[in-house]
């Protein structure tokens, strides 16, 4: 596997109500919209790339983006937005990203890919050593069926689908600060410029 077989997707497709209701991907981090901070990073890692959200399209379309919107109605969470990215992306595999996250490692496509080259398991997840980083994965287009599914059945819990499927941990080492998210105005302001 190498980097064209992967399409990335910031996800950005939730209410953000610890945010205020403003909508995150779009919120400024030392001046730059927090998807493109993170499109910028991702970009020199992956060719494909997708914006996974459900209001100000159009701004997100201006920015230079194609954005994909979840086909589940009232934010139904990170699976809704994995889910269109896996039906969308042209590559088999889709690797995740949270649009709150300022801090993306250099390499984090290619270990994520490292992590799944034994060919045991459709799912790579994160991990900071201590715990697992949910939205931070890598997936492949065979989970559509398993994931619809689930879905359907009004399940929303991640990690709950990632155990039945099985998946592959991938640990990021001495890199606390790329699980670093921006929930709250208080958060997004103690970060900047640090």
Known sequence: MNAEDVTVVVLAGGRASRMGGNDKGLV?????????????????????????????????????????????????????????????????????IP?????????????????????????AVASDGDRLQPVYALLHKDLIPSLTTYLKSGERKIDRWYAQEGYKEVTFPKQENMFTNVNTPEQLAALQDN
């Open 99 to 123: 649009c709150d996250g300022p801090y993306v490692s250099s390499d984090y496509v290619e270990k994520m890919m490292h992590g799944i080259e034994d060919g045991r398991h459709q799912i």
């Open 28 to 96: 400024k981090f030392n001046g730059t919209p927090l998807v493109r901070l993170i499109a910028e990073q991702i970009s020199g890692q992956a060719n494909n790339l997708l914006i996974n959200a459900n209001r100000n399209i159009e701004e997100y379309r201006r920015m230079g983006f194609q954005v994909v919107e979840d086909e589940m109605q009232d934010y139904q969470g990170p699976l809704a937005g994995i889910l269109v990215g896996l039906k969308t992306c042209e590559t088999d595999w889709l690797l995740t």
